[in-house]
């Protein structure tokens, strides 16, 4: 079974169709999750055997992030830019912000998940003992899509 080192999984925004990849990326967390209601009635029970029965609805995601802060001009780290624009304007997404999760080569034949997103937390953390480091949410305005390789 291959492993893959998570350094070689990077995030990705795009502004139109240029697509710039995060900056000082450290880590990131796609979270895929599905809401259910209980549709368990007098008629699935079975004696003793008292299972529940779920009906599955709502699908959704986010993707928790964390990068170093840089002083790399908004020229050489567009994607910050775009993503704190979008915060503070609370901008609706648009067609033109998207969220790219790219795989490393050879990781099964699913290398991409992208998905329109709204920035709904961004946070910097400036300890004494270490360096600073920007966080932040974006949560999945749309269905997510898997991109084959290629």
Excluded at 53 to 73: A, K, N, P, Q, Y
Excluded at 128 to 137: E, F, I, L
Aim: charged residues 20%; glycine residues 10%.
């Amino acid at each position: 079974m291959a492993r893959h080192a998570g350094i070689n999984f990077l995030l990705w925004l795009t502004n139109g169709t240029t697509a710039y990849k995060v900056g000082g990326q450290r880590n990131a967390t796609l979270s895929l999750s599905g809401e259910t209601v209980d549709a368990t009635n007098k008629e699935v029970t079975n004696g003793t055997e008292q299972w529940r029965e779920t009906v599955s609805t709502f699908r959704g995601w986010t993707i928790d992030f964390e990068g170093i802060v840089s002083d790399l001009s908004n020229a050489q780290d567009p994607a910050t830019d775009i993503m704190m624009d979008k915060f503070f304007n609370s901008a609706e997404v648009q067609t033109d912000f998207r969220v790219y999760l790219e795989f490393p080569s050879g990781f099964s034949s699913d290398r991409y998940f992208y998905g329109y997103a709204l920035c709904s937390d961004l946070g910097v953390d400036t300890p004494y003992d270490d360096v600073a480091t920007w966080t932040g949410t974006l949560d999945g305005n749309s269905r997510l899509q898997r991109q084959a390789s290629g």
